[in-house]
């Protein structure tokens, strides 16, 4: 328990960001679901146009602080590797 009132801040805090990034994270991976769900689907065309709108998700994450960017650059990477695949 916090004793006094700074480390009571950041808790109320830290409680609020870890909300906020959980939904981040949330809506960045269902944006790459879509992308993998269209090259299951062998849908190049789509495929191609959720990789976008996916990619630009993941490097926003990146500037909000919710992912690293050797995870993002690694996704983006092996999501466009596939689509080219196809």
Known sequence: ???HKSAKTRINRNNKRSII???R????RTFVKKV???IAASDKET???AFKTAESE???SV???VFPMNK???TVSRLSKKIKAL
């Open 63 to 65: 500037r909000k602080g």
């Open 25 to 28: 994270r949330s809506r960045v």
């Open 36 to 38: 993998e769900a269209a």
């Open 72 to 74: 993002v650059a690694r």
């Open 58 to 60: 993941l490097m926003r």
């Open 1 to 3: 328990m916090a004793n």
């Open 47 to 49: 495929a191609a146009a």
């Open 21 to 23: 990034n959980g939904a």
